[in-house]
C-alpha cells in the first residue's frame, strides 16, 4: 500500500475470498482516499457480490474512493474501461433509517407490493431512485442520468470532473436566476415527469457549468401519491427559505405553487 493510506485492490480481493473461494480475479475497489475504512458496513457480502456483477457486466472497470457519503449511503468515483466516470451509489443494507423511508414509498401507485425486512426495503428505494432518475431524463429533467440498478447498487452518470463532485447550491453564489431555473425545474418535474421531488433543498442541487442539475430521488414520489401536495409544499418551501437567506426576492408559497402546477 502507499503511504497516504490508499485501498488497493488486493484488499477486496482478499474480501471477495473470505467469501467465495478463488474469485482474485475481480477487482472492485483501488486506492484513494486516506480516511476510507475497507472495514465499514457498506462492503458486505452480499454487496461485494452485487459490485462483482456489475464490473462483469463492464459497467465500470473498478472503485476509487468516496465521494459523498451519507447515513443511508456511500456514493463512490467509478471508472470505466474506456476512462469515463460513473457514480456509484451503494445504499447501507443494514441501516434501520429506512424504516423512516416508508412515508415515500406506500401510497405510490408504482410500488404497491413492500417485502419485509431492511435489506428488502433498501433494495427497493434503490429501485426507486433508479426508476425516478430515468422517468426524470426521459422529460429532460436536468438530472444524473442512470444507468444501471441491482440489489442496493445504482450506477449512474458522474456530476463533476475528475472524481471532485460539482459543488452543490448552499456551497456557491446564486442569482435570481437560480431561484426562477429551480422553479421552472420544479414545474417540469411536476407537469411532464408526474413527480415530485419531496426532499429538494440547496444540499441537492448541484451548479455545474452554471447550470442547475438535481439529485437525490429516491424520495420522489408520483403525483398520484396521496402526500404528494405536501410534499411539493415542502420543497417549494425549502427552495424559497433558501434563495431569501440569500436575499433574493422569492414568491409567496401561493404563487410559487401555482407556477409549479401551472
Keep these: 500500500m502507499s503511504d497516504n493510506g490508499d485501498i488497493d485492490n488486493y484488499i477486496v480481493e482478499k ?5 467465495e473461494h478463488n474469485r482474485d480475479e475481480n477487482r472492485i475497489l483501488r486506492k484513494r482516499s486516506e480516511d476510507y475504512d475497507i472495514r465499514e458496513e457498506v462492503f458486505d457480502k452480499p454487496t461485494l457480490m452485487t459490485l462483482n456483477e456489475l464490473m462483469t457486466s463492464k459497467l465500470f472497470k473498478y472503485l476509487n474512493g468516496v465521494v459523498k457519503a451519507g447515513k443511508e449511503a456511500r456514493i463512490y468515483w467509478g471508472v470505466r474501461a474506456d476512462g469515463t466516470d460513473v457514480a456509484v451509489k451503494i445504499y447501507l443494507t443494514d441501516n434501520v433509517e429506512f424504516r ?3 412515508p ?10 413492500i417485502r419485509k425486512g431492511i435489506r428488502n426495503l433498501v433494495q ?3 429501485k426507486k431512485e433508479y426508476s425516478n432518475l430515468k422517468k426524470a431524463i426521459c ?3 436536468p438530472c444524473p442520468k442512470p444507468f444501471a440498478v441491482k440489489n442496493n447498487v445504482l450506477v449512474m452518470e458522474f456530476i463533476g470532473k475528475e472524481g471532485i463532485s460539482a459543488p452543490i447550491l448552499g456551497d456557491v ?13 420544479i414545474h417540469d418535474l411536476y407537469r411532464n415527469a408526474h413527480l415530485v421531488h419531496s426532499d429538494l433543498s440547496e444540499y441537492n442541487v448541484f451548479k455545474h457549468m452554471d447550470n442547475l442539475i438535481i439529485f437525490d430521488f ?3 414520489v408520483d403525483i398520484m401519491h396521496p402526500n404528494a401536495e405536501d410534499f411539493l409544499i415542502r420543497d417549494i418551501t425549502n427552495i424559497n427559505h433558501f434563495f431569501s437567506k440569500r436575499q433574493i426576492d422569492t414568491f409567496s408559497i401561493e404563487e410559487s405553487l401555482k407556477m409549479v402546477k401551472r
Excluded at 453564489?173 to 425545474?185: F, G, N, W
Aim: hydrophobic fraction near 40%.
Design 173 to 185: 453564489d446564486v442569482t435570481e436566476k437560480d431561484y426562477l431555473e429551480l422553479l421552472s425545474i
Design 104 to 113: 415515500y414509498i406506500i401510497g405510490d401507485p408504482r410500488f404497491k407490493r
Design 100 to 102: 423512516k423511508r416508508l
Design 218 to 220: 429516491g424520495s420522489a
Design 124 to 126: 427497493l428505494w434503490a
Design 139 to 141: 422529460n429532460n429533467i
Design 15 to 19: 474480501a471477495l475470498k473470505r467469501f
